[in-house]
């Protein structure tokens, strides 16, 4: 149980966090997703990130490129599940460069597409269109390091003084 409500709090309130005042692309989601794939069980890896937008975006709002973001999520969902079993510091700064890259990578393909945007159906035009989204992925590579640091590293310390927190009680 007390796993249980400790992890609900670290993801309510990364989700929460969302809601509040912050640099564009400083979110906690990337963080969410692969801390799911790490400490949750399968089925709960992919349901928090979503969850977590889903709650925020009916607050802030939907724009036409939310699928090309979920999907990102969904996809940082599977690092975080290959990133279980692979647990280090060094992985864990890899998964969350990956994770952050491959947002950007997505997203930015699905503004591209979108036709809200006026960027040409051409290589030139993707490519426009990734350069002018680079001062955002600053603030996502940031944002997903700094809420990756906590997340991962609140739950690891906490496991020092909370025995529930153990591995061998994996399922939540």
């Known amino acids: 149980m007390t796993r249980y409500l400790f992890t609900f709090?670290?993801?309510?309130?990364?989700?929460?966090?969302?809601?509040?005042?912050?640099?564009?692309?400083?979110?906690?989601i990337t963080a969410l997703a692969l801390f799911g794939g790490v400490y949750l069980d399968k089925k709960h890896t992919f349901i928090v990130p979503i969850a977590a937008m889903l709650i925020a975006d009916f607050f802030i709002g939907f724009h036409s490129e939310m699928l090309w973001v979920y999907a990102s999520f969904i996809a940082i969902g599977f690092i975080g599940l290959w990133l279980r079993k692979h647990k280090g510091i060094l992985t864990g700064i890899g998964a969350t460069l990956i994770g952050s890259v491959l947002f950007f990578v997505v997203t930015n393909f699905g503004v591209w597409l979108s036709p809200t945007f006026m960027y040409p159906r051409t290589l030139d035009g993707l490519l426009q269109c990734y350069a002018a989204a680079i001062p955002f992925f600053r603030n996502t590579l940031a944002g997903d390091f700094i809420y990756v640091g906590v997340l991962f590293g609140l739950y690891e310390f906490a496991k020092k003084y909370l025995p529930d927190l153990s591995p061998q009680e994996r399922k939540i």
């Open 9 to 28: 709090s670290i993801i309510l309130m990364a989700a929460l966090s969302r809601l509040l005042p912050h640099p564009p692309n400083v979110a906690p």
